[in-house]
């Protein structure tokens, strides 16, 4: 009987965040982890637009996650799913369309206010930022995490690269892909602190959970990030097939969080911790930050270091 490592079939697979310390941010307390606004907070307000930068940074969040394509006249703009009729007015890719048309779109048509059931941004267009204005929008001492959502990489790592250079943002800016070709994109710009493979942490994570297995501490500085909870699929392979048994898996707990710890200077960040069972969950384990998707619901929790 072979029992082959814990295998994601869209489930594993989502999101391993590792990266160097941003040189200006946050300093991890005793008490709470630092705030992450996933897509600058996809739940307050229409996500990666300046409506929900705005609205995190009213709710003081530590680091702001946003996702990046390249327009089709290269301009790099903060825009998430394959197609914009997903979240916009409009239809096609943005990779097909120029900053022009895309300016045009209102970024913020399918929000639905999650508390009035209502759609405000229908009378009140929202529109579809690039990085630069973003960038601009954010308070330098706030460190920005920079999804990468097309390719080919080495087009939109040029041009996201200029555009970190001309708003002097390296220092602040973490770069972080899905695609490990963003990795050897980004390899051009010494200055840039590019998110190591999210096989590593998962691999990590995996072999703590199933091996009882520590691998060897990470570079100095690594920073580290998988959900609280995920889907997965523990598969055996036998001489005539496979069979599998699906489960609800908690990866962070105090063993990994221990086996990440042995790594200097290394930090755990927790994704989807959007409840309060699951914030105090993450400060019980000494994870350093959490990605949220309101951080209006989570400044309460912010303040008083839990729910407690």
């Not at 755990?268 to 969950?281: C, I, K, R």
Request: charged share 20%; hydrophobic share 45%; net charge neutral.
């Amino acid at each position: 009987m072979k029992v082959s490592t814990c295998r994601t079939a869209a489930v594993l697979a989502a999101a391993s965040l590792l990266a160097a310390c941003p040189s200006a941010g946050p300093v991890a307390g005793p008490q709470r982890p630092w705030i992450i606004a996933h897509r600058g907070g996809t739940a307050d307000a229409p996500e990666n637009t300046l409506a929900a930068i705005r609205s995190a940074l009213s709710h003081g969040v530590d680091m702001i996650w946003l996702s990046v394509q390249l327009s089709r006249d290269g301009v790099p703009v903060l825009y998430r799913p394959a197609d914009l009729s997903a979240l916009t007015d409009g239809q096609g890719t943005v990779a097909d369309t120029p900053l022009e048309a895309l300016r045009r779109l209102n970024a913020g048509w399918r929000y639905t206010d999650p508390a009035s059931g209502t759609q405000p941004y229908r009378t009140h267009p929202e529109p579809l930022p690039t990085l630069a204005e973003a960038l601009a929008a954010i308070p330098p001492a706030v460190p920005v995490i920079l999804d990468m959502k097309a390719v080919p990489a080495a087009p939109q790592a040029a041009a996201v690269a200029a555009v970190l250079a001309e708003q002097g943002a390296w220092g602040r800016v973490t770069l972080y892909s899905t695609d490990a070709a963003y990795q050897q994109a980004f390899a051009a710009w010494p200055e840039a602190r590019v998110f190591e493979s999210r096989d590593a942490t998962r691999g990590r994570l995996v072999n703590v959970a199933l091996a009882d297995r520590c691998d060897p501490p990470q570079a100095p500085g690594t920073w580290a990030g998988f959900e609280m909870r995920r889907n997965v699929e523990v598969v055996e392979s036998f001489t005539m097939g496979k069979a599998g048994s699906p489960a609800r898996a908690a990866l962070w707990t105090a063993r990994s969080v221990a086996c990440f710890r042995q790594g200097a200077g290394a930090r755990m960040v927790a994704f989807g911790v959007n409840d309060a069972a699951t914030f105090d969950e993450a400060v019980r384990l000494g994870m350093d930050a959490v990605m949220v998707d309101s951080p209006r619901q989570m400044a309460p929790l912010r303040a008083h270091g839990g729910s407690r």
